[in-house]
């Protein structure tokens, strides 16, 4: 056993430890520490203990060595193993500052969402991304809309739901089942043809694809699906933590417009027969005649009256004068397209608007509708002690009106305006009932309307 201060042969091992000041970028007790052992040969003489500190690498460095300098070689090794930590700490670093620049993209673009006022203008920003920003050739987006009701609602705003490919609808989750079979997170890797083909309808199909299922309360609502034409834009094994905060995100955004167009229409439907209201009709009344005059094309207003609707009252009682409402308007609703407007006017007026159709064509849709409710059985159930037992079955008949703004043939159109053409159709609906009830008259392209005052 040699005694304290003999000289000895061995290794010495000497010990960096990074972190007391701290790599450029980094501070404090963040900065990781790293350890790095070496062996050296030692000569004969006393161990001592340094501590070093270079200004000048930023590095603070503790070392226990003995006095005497080691061989060149292994200074040389010594640098060359201090160059390789200094390349891989840039190395992430830049990472760093990337990946800072690229949060701070999807976070602009995830305020900018939460900050738009409508549904569609949100699917607008979404499938039409600022190119700058985001490297994305393809871009579509998938809605589960069992009832029809976000179709709708973009319908009745006119907007062209047909003419957006990447605008995609399904009634049911069976066709999200099989892109999302395994979790709720998203799914990156090659386009498969056999898979994806439904969500890129359009020509190129992209190479990659990144697959964002939109996720409320565990319940899938929708897919985002960004596509590129890069095989390796979107690779398996990637880190998707940014894309799954944004289709979180997404996800909350698609939510609330949809409410918030639900609570719309709550304030703008009727109650009983579930169709649009006085007040949304008013509205869209003079917003149908302005995009007629803009786009030159025909506008048909439609007033629908039930004949006789105060003897269904009397007869069979209020209650069944409410379900005869509520089926009437049913059966209207049959005959239009989704883009056409139905209210209920007031008491058992019904009333219609007809975009982009002309004089022949409203009279042909008026004249259908005619012949449904005349077909139409309306079924009553007799219950009540004192009265007859039994179902009885009854029919009502409907009275129609219709004038059609045609902005080519009306010298007068730049003066047109939703009471004008609103008289003129309450006009042909006097008509119809004075001649008997249970017909459909129209008084054609009026012209020169903006001279009469209603």
Known sequence: MPAEGDAVCGLMFMVDIIGDKGAPGLRGHDQPATITASAKPLRRGRVENRHTDDPADGFSIRRAEMSATPAVPDMIGAHGAEASLRQRLDNVLAEGRQNERKLRR????ELRLAGLGSLWELIEALLYPDTAN???DLVTLLLVDPEYEVRRTLEEESIPVADQPMLIFVSSLDGLDSLH??????????FQPNRHAGLFPQLPRPASVALLPLVRYGKLIGSLNLGSYNRERFVKGMRAD????FAAIVAICVENAVNLERLKRQGLTDTLTAVNNRRFFDQRLNEE???ARRNLRSLSCLLLDIDHFKRV?????HQMGDQVLREIATVIRAQLRGGDVLARYGGEEFSVLLAQTGAEGALEI???IRRSIEEHRFTLQRHAPGSEQGIQQFSVTISIGIA????EHDPHAIKMNGDVLLGHTDRALYDAKARGRNRVISVGDVVEMAQEIW
Do not use: C, K
């Open 313 to 317: 009252n009397d007869t069979y009682g």
């Open 404 to 407: 059609t703004f045609n902005p």
């Open 134 to 136: 985001f490297q994305w």
């Open 106 to 109: 999807f976070q602009a673009l």
């Open 289 to 291: 005649v302005a995009a």
């Open 366 to 368: 008026a004249e259908r």
């Open 181 to 190: 079979p395994y979790s709720l997170f998203p799914m990156i890797g090659p």
């Open 242 to 245: 940014i894309l799954e905060h």
